[in-house]
Structure formats: structure tokens, C-alpha cells
């Protein structure tokens, strides 16, 4: 049911735990299923040098957690918008239908947190 990568992402988290003195820090739930997902991140001059994720969910939002901080990790803000949900859903190796809301936390929480690096 999961891809490979998916699974690779929830069982070897990348980026799990909180950035120490972040520049800004958002938590998001998904009110539907509970899922909840919090980021925090830290620039050094225009880039995002670190980003970290703590999550409580299904195994799709873990996974999704873990895979956004790798797609943004190092890049600029205006870098980091451009990333889309579904290039979220390639570093995973695909969603399941049911699980598209994993998808939508992730980038979310994601938009929330570079509205507040600006």
C-alpha cells in the first residue's frame, strides 16, 4: 500500500526534533484526523540552514514531515515556495488517495512557516 520511500521516510526520519532558537515555528492540525505537524527553522542570511519537524499521525504524515525538510532544507524562501505538493508526493513515492491529507498538512504547515521567516 505504501511506496518504498514512503515507508523509508517513516521508519529513518530525516530532520525530526525541534531547530534550536528557531526564527520561526509553526504547528498545524488536521481537525478531520487529528494529525498534527509542527516545523521549525532557522536562516542563515537568505537561506533556510536548518529545518526540523516533530509530528504525531498517520504513517503518511511522518513521512511527509520528514520529506518536506529535505526539500527545503538550503534553499531560499523564494526557492522554497516554489516547491510544490506534487513534488512532495515524488520524494515519497506516491499517496495513497486516502492519504492526501498528509500531503496538504505538510504544505501547509510549510506555507505557514515561510510567511513567518520573512
Given at each position: 500500500?505504501y ?93 495513497p ?22
Amino acid at each position: 500500500m505504501y511506496s518504498p520511500e514512503l515507508l523509508d521516510h517513516f521508519q529513518n526520519p530525516r530532520n525530526a526534533g525541534d531547530v534550536e532558537t528557531p526564527g520561526a515555528s509553526v504547528q498545524m492540525e488536521n481537525p478531520a484526523c487529528g494529525d498534527v505537524l509542527k516545523l521549525t527553522a532557522k536562516l542563515s542570511g537568505r537561506r533556510i540552514a536548518n529545518i526540523r519537524f516533530r509530528a504525531k499521525g498517520c504513517v503518511p504524515t511522518m513521512a511527509c514531515a520528514s520529506a518536506i525538510t529535505e526539500l527545503i532544507k538550503g534553499k531560499t524562501i523564494e526557492e522554497a515556495r516554489q516547491v510544490s505538493r506534487e513534488d512532495l508526493v515524488r520524494k515519497v513515492g506516491g499517496l495513497p488517495q486516502a492519504s492526501a491529507h498528509a500531503g496538504h498538512l505538510a504544505m501547509d504547515t510549510l506555507a505557514a512557516l515561510l510567511r513567518k521567516l520573512v
